[in-house]
């Protein structure tokens, strides 16, 4: 018996899918966890960014707005 997604894909009930269906399952999981990946790398550089500023202004004056 095959089930519609609200997408008009055909998804089949939960058993035996095939090596294909497996396949295809392993590479979402693995594109969800490079998508989390480059979420968390992208946070962190903005933290480590953020906190070289803050190092950078409390370290000594820094005027803002002039051009070297």
Request: aromatic content about 2%; hydrophobic content about 40%; proline content about 1%.
């Amino acid at each position: 018996m095959m089930m519609k997604t609200e997408r008009n894909r055909a998804i089949e009930p939960s058993g035996s899918k095939g090596i294909s269906a497996a396949i295809a399952k392993l590479i979402r999981r693995r594109r969800v966890i490079d998508i989390v990946k480059r979420f968390q790398t992208k946070q962190a550089l903005q933290e480590n960014r953020e906190t070289k500023n803050l190092h950078a202004s409390t370290n000594r004056a820094v005027a803002t707005g002039i051009i070297r």
